[in-house]
């Protein structure tokens, strides 16, 4: 059992030279990169005031979720569905629609719970639907490290065609590698034109099929319900092409999509298990929080005994409230999930003050000199387009050899939240050019430790990020 130095100086939330420098003191020589061993670690540690416990130091030999699995123990799951799209093109009416098509006879009452995510079976298989649409959810979940979403359904208003929250949606979708399909809606409405939509999205890269694209396009109506079922389809049809497959056979990972504390039944919890069967009496760690699963409720408030993958379940039964996009694990061993809940604690810790390190532009040629870096990730934010495009255009041709650079969201109008947490989840750096984000965008920015340069002479840009790349912004600090 061993680990190296500045892993342990990391968890600790410790500067790594202090550690050495009291390792030192104690006639034990090591350097950054080289491993400890178990009793060193105890040791060293608790001369911080901090206690290595055995288990938590195994972390990753405890928790199954390393493992792999043998192929033939993989079954296909569900696709996991987020809905995203520009505000009033239907998001919330298509999710109602769709949890009100699994109503069938039997079923009266249906799927009356919100529980942030829930699970529609058509006659071709299941499919989960992730509750809150939109894309600063979905980012905000993958900055947590939850991988949660199969695919994306982008919904574009026939009438109003792309907008700039469609835009966004794309690129969050593509920066998170999520295939993406369009559902054109309000097709009832008279002014419904989908060859529009068509073309602007093809005009930005979402090509149809019948242009010979990828993404496939699905005319709906929410408010008429038509077209729901081929999307459907199409859902699963392209979940077949992604081969999803988990092994249900095991003890259950997922993440956390929702929580809050109930005054009735403590800590509510709504997992999504990605992989193995989450069982009443099973011992789980969720986030930072420990427990035994006392209750499991489906989305149409059902006991039930146990979950499989892509299964959204309310799990009862934590020490604390977790947040969303939480790890949850389930183990042989309660005591193990005490420990690893602490664990993670430290975890946390240590990655808050992790954060300081997030790409800002003057630390860009240091980074690339030590090969941490070799690519610069950019959003541009511009008053006017002709601004935006001059930007991007010069900045993409200052791609070299060492550094490529990335442009994942160009447009115009202020700096929102949803380019910070953009940023944040693929570290790029954001460019104002006469924009400035409100206080509160701002505070976010500084929270996430985005970096944010403004500008307003377009020269400016194009020096500053050259400058960057090639070592030179240090003499202006
Ligand atoms: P969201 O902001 O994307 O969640 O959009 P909503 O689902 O709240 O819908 C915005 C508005 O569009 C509401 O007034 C809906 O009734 C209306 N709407 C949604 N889908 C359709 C549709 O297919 N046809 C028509 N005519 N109106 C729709």
Redesign the pocket.
């Known amino acids: 059992d061993t680990i190296v130095l500045s892993d342990l100086a990391k968890r600790m939330g410790i500067k790594a030279g202090e550690m050495i420098a009291r390792l030192m003191s104690n006639g034990v020589m090591v350097t950054v990169n080289q491993t400890i061993d178990f009793d060193t670690a105890t040791l060293v540690a608790a001369e911080f005031g901090y206690e290595v416990e055995k288990a938590a130091f195994e972390e990753e030999t405890i928790l199954h979720t390393a493992q792999p699995d043998d192929p033939e123990n993989l079954s296909h799951r569900p696709p996991v569905v987020t809905i995203m799209?520009?505000?009033?093109?239907?998001?919330?009416?298509?999710?109602?629609v769709i949890r009100k098509s699994r109503v069938t006879a039997g079923e009266a009452g249906g799927i009356t719970q919100h529980i942030g995510a829930y699970l529609v079976s058509t006659d071709k298989g299941h499919i989960a639907f992730l509750d809150t649409?939109g894309h600063e959810a979905f980012s905000a979940m993958r900055s947590r490290g939850a991988h949660i979403t199969d695919i994306v359904i982008l919904?574009v208003?026939a009438d109003d065609g792309v907008m700039p929250q469609t835009v966004e949606a794309i690129n969050h979708a593509k920066a998170a590698k999520v295939p993406v399909i369009v559902a054109v809606?309000?097709?009832?409405?008279p002014d419904a034109d989908p060859d529009r939509v068509q073309r602007q999205l093809a005009e930005i890269g979402v090509t149809p099929e019948a242009w010979g694209g990828d993404t496939i396009f699905v005319h709906?109506?929410?408010?008429?319900e038509t077209g729901i079922d081929e999307l459907m389809e199409m859902i699963l049809l392209q979940a077949e092409v992604l081969e999803l497959k988990a092994n249900p056979d095991k003890l259950a990972s997922g993440h956390v999509v929702e929580a809050k504390l109930d005054s009735g039944r403590g800590p509510v919890a709504t997992v999504l298990v990605k992989e193995g069967t989450l069982k009443t009496g099973d011992p789980v760690v969720c986030g930072v929080h420990h427990g035994k699963v006392r209750a499991l409720i489906d989305d149409r408030g059902r006991k039930v005994d146990q979950a499989g993958p892509s299964h959204p379940v309310e799990l009862i039964g934590l020490s604390g409230v977790p947040m969303a996009g939480d790890e949850m694990v389930a183990l042989k061993d309660e005591k193990d999930a005490k420990q690893v809940g602490q664990h993670r604690f430290q975890k946390q810790r240590a990655k808050e003050l992790a954060k300081t390190s997030r790409l800002s532009l003057d630390k860009l040629y240091e980074r690339m000199q030590e090969g941490e870096v070799k690519e610069l990730n950019v959003i541009i934010k511009a008053d006017v387009d002709g601004s935006m495009e001059a930007i991007r255009d010069s900045l993409v041709k200052l791609s070299n050899e060492e550094v490529a650079i990335n442009v994942m969201h160009a447009a115009t109008g202020t700096i929102t939240e949803s380019d910070i947490s953009l940023a944040a989840v693929s570290e790029a750096i954001i460019i104002g050019f006469n924009v400035r984000p409100n206080p509160k965008v701002q505070d976010m920015a500084n929270e996430e430790n985005v970096d944010i340069r403004y500008h307003n002479i377009i020269y400016n840009v194009i020096k500053e990020i050259k400058d960057a790349i090639v070592g030179l912004m240090k003499s202006t600090f």
């Open positions: 799209g520009h505000v009033d093109h239907g998001k919330t009416s298509l999710l109602d649409p919904v208003a809606n309000k097709m009832d409405k709906v109506s929410a408010k008429q």
